[in-house]
Structures are given as C-alpha cells and as structure tokens.
C-alpha cells in the first residue's frame, strides 16, 4: 500500500524533501505562508485516510521554508477518528519514503504543569506511551525498521537544540516537559490528570506520540513542540472546549510560524 501511494505520489511531483512537518489543530495556517511548489489532498491518495478534526485542511504541501526543502501535513489524523495507530502514521511512513530525513511534530495540548499557561510552547523531551496501542503491532515491515526499535533518545538531539535556539534567539518563551497522548475525543477527567501528573507528564493531547514511534522505526530524527492550549481538566475551574484550542493557537500563530521557520533555518 505504502507503494502505491509513494507511486501516485512521484506521478505528480518528484520534489524530494528534507524536512516533514505535522501541523497541529489550529495551527495549520503556516502551510500557506510558504513557497509552495506543489499540494496533494489526501482524498487523492488510494486507501489514504482523510482528515475530519476541526480545522485540519487534509493535503500534503510541498515547499520551502527559509530555502530548506520541506513537506507539510495540512492536518493529520487522529484515534479518535476512528482510525487505527497503522492509518494514523501512514503519512509519516510515506513522508520517510519520499527522502525526508527530519521530522517535527506539533500539537495542541492541555498543560498538566501548573508553571505552564495557555499560549506557551513546550519542547518535548520525552512521552508517555501507555495509554495507546503501539502502530508497530503486528508483522513488522523490515524494509522500514527493526522488529523492535530503541526509544530512548526518541527526541532527537540536535533538532531539539535547533528549537531551543530558535525560540531563544527571537525572544519566544518555550518550556520543557514529558507529553502523554490519551486517544480521545473526549477531554480528560480531574482523576485522570492527576495520575498524569504523578507518572511525570507535563501536557497531554490526542496525537504524536503513536507517529514518534512510527517516526524513529524508520529512521527519521523527531523534534516535537506542544502548544499549551488550554489548562488540562482539574488545574482550574474552566471548562474545556475545542473552541478554545483554535482560539489560542490563532493568538499565538505568528509566534508559532516564527518558530517553525527558524527551526528548519537551522536544520
């Protein structure tokens, strides 16, 4: 399957990227601010899901950011879709097979921390897979990766001293901390964040951590940044709605898009 698509795809663009770049809810916006070269809708791609979350556009765009080659996803796909973890990390597979070597996932995520604050971004240093099934269930796909890949160091290195440097040097605040992905729809409950909270994370989502794992199986180096949307259930007495997460991710957006570029500038 993957294939196929990496075949339909190289029938209409033989772009070759070195950075891929997952855009997170409400802060698909920076995929139209770039010198695009080519787009591709998902809805085009055989047996390719499609994107249905709020505010997630659904295609590939192909471009350069800061002269550096790069693909987006113009929305991704989540668990709660009703997708499994294999349909979830399907781009991410593919994005590898198109020759793009760098990964950088963003998201929207509820602050579990009481240091953070809606608006802030949070590099991930590490995550929490527990609460989600593995996408490398299953036959392994050896011509991907190994039966069973090393996650220690699942957050690259360099990539994250790229974006330590990128938000220092433009003046944007950026916290450091442990992201938990839930599958979601549904917000967590006060019980659940406190366990969270005890088991080390920081934020929690809906998304990343099944397409990290996905992402260093075969061979990419992952930098992930959170955007803390909200604070998580439990940390104060509001109550949490999707509206919200768009609300701040568009406040913050030039922040993000500032962010990003810089980033990939220094790749």
């Avoid at 979601?184 to 080390?200: C, D, H, N, R, V």
């Avoid at 030039?254 to 990003?260: D, K, N, Q, V």
Wanted: with cysteine; hydrophobic share 40%; charged share 20%.
């Amino acid at each position: 399957m993957l294939k196929k698509q990496l075949e339909y795809i190289r029938s209409k663009t033989d772009f070759v990227p070195e950075t891929a770049i997952v855009l997170g809810s409400g802060l698909g916006a920076l995929a139209d601010k770039i010198k695009t070269i080519s787009t591709i809708d998902y809805s085009e791609i055989e047996d390719f899901p499609v994107s249905t979350a709020p505010s997630h556009r659904g295609r590939f765009v192909f471009g350069e950011i800061e002269e550096k080659k790069v693909v987006l996803m113009q929305g991704r796909f989540h668990l709660y879709e009703g997708y499994s973890p294999k349909q979830v990390v399907m781009p991410i597979r593919l994005m590898r097979l198109l020759g793009a070597k760098n990964l950088i996932l963003t998201n929207a995520a509820g602050g579990i921390n009481k240091d953070f604050h809606p608006g802030d971004f949070m590099m991930i240093s590490d995550h929490i897979s527990c609460f989600v099934l593995s996408p490398l269930i299953g036959k392994n796909i050896d011509f991907l990766g190994t039966r069973f890949p090393d996650m220690s160091n699942a957050y690259d290195k360099e990539l994250s001293k790229a974006i330590k440097s990128a938000a220092f040097e433009n003046g944007i605040s950026l916290q450091n901390g442990v992201y938990a992905q839930l599958s979601g729809p549904q917000f967590e409950t006060p019980a659940e964040i406190k366990m969270l909270s005890a088991i080390g994370a920081d934020a929690v989502g809906m998304s990343t951590v099944v397409e990290t794992i996905a992402a260093v199986h075969c061979g990419f180096k992952v930098g992930g940044i959170s955007l803390i949307t909200n604070y998580a259930c439990g940390i104060c007495d509001k109550v949490l709605s999707g509206e919200e997460v768009v609300e701040t991710a568009n406040r913050v957006a030039p922040h993000f898009e500032t962010l990003i570029k810089e980033t990939v500038k220094r790749i």
